[in-house]
């Protein structure tokens, strides 16, 4: 593993017709980014014994289980819902989404993750599985369906502060001991930070441009959204979950307020 230090120095000008992600002004700044060039690729999947006092959720006859916090996913902050204007649009698996389907989507977490949500605000819970990519917006953890948001009693308010663990298929072989979990390594993929969104597709490239010449790997994705196309101005970070946030604090701190972790 090794970290390519890059150091630039530019001048931030307005952009135009900008979905806002931080503000801009005329200025000088010296911009620090890590990013992680390590190698290999994602663990397929883990076999692990899991502590036996937790009591396993049962969704179409299978088992799961929280994954231990060393190896598993937990997070406190602010759950969204979206519904009918994306309703029977593709989700970023493929799928078709289903506002009356319990699923989510979550920024980094491996499509297929299944979560255990609690809303911290009425002690609701349920269970989701990850079908999508988001929000994309700094400051909310995870996008709900408008079902799974009803029965978290969320629709009204439209966000609520809620806690998301992971949890993993899991079997017991035998009587009074731990169950065997599998799972994949959350915490390993290809992770991008996102440094702005842009209605005109030139300030979307002007952006990139400054980025590449750096040295960066930037791209950007186009998004037909419900009301307007988007572009997506997004920089790769590497292959870890620990150093992509670090990279996405440096961004923040140099300007990008509203940078944030995505994965692909």
Known sequence: MRYLLSIMRFTIRPLKNSVPAKSQNYRYIFFCLFIVLAAGACSPAYARKAPYTQHPYIINNKKYFPIPNAKGYREIGKASWY???????????????????????????????????????????????????????????IDLSYKTARQLGIVANGTAKVQIIALAEGTVQKKGGPPVLTYTDLSIGEFYVQIGAFRQKINALNLQKRF???????????????????????????????????????????????SFIIAR
């Open 83 to 141: 519904g009918r204007d994306f309703h029977g649009r593709r989700t970023s698996n493929g799928e078709i989404y289903n506002m009356y389907k319990k699923t989510a989507a979550h920024k980094t977490l491996p499509m297929g993750t299944m979560l255990l949500v609690k809303n911290l605000e009425n002690g609701r819970k349920t269970i989701v599985r990850v079908n999508d990519r988001g929000p994309f917006v700094r400051g909310r953890i």
């Open 212 to 258: 590449t010449e750096a040295g960066h790997t930037t791209v950007i994705q186009k998004y037909f959204g419900p009301k307007a196309i988007l572009y997506r101005v997004q920089v790769y970070v590497g292959k870890t979950l620990k150093n992509a946030r670090r990279a996405e604090k440096s961004l923040h701190d140099h300007g990008y307020a509203g």
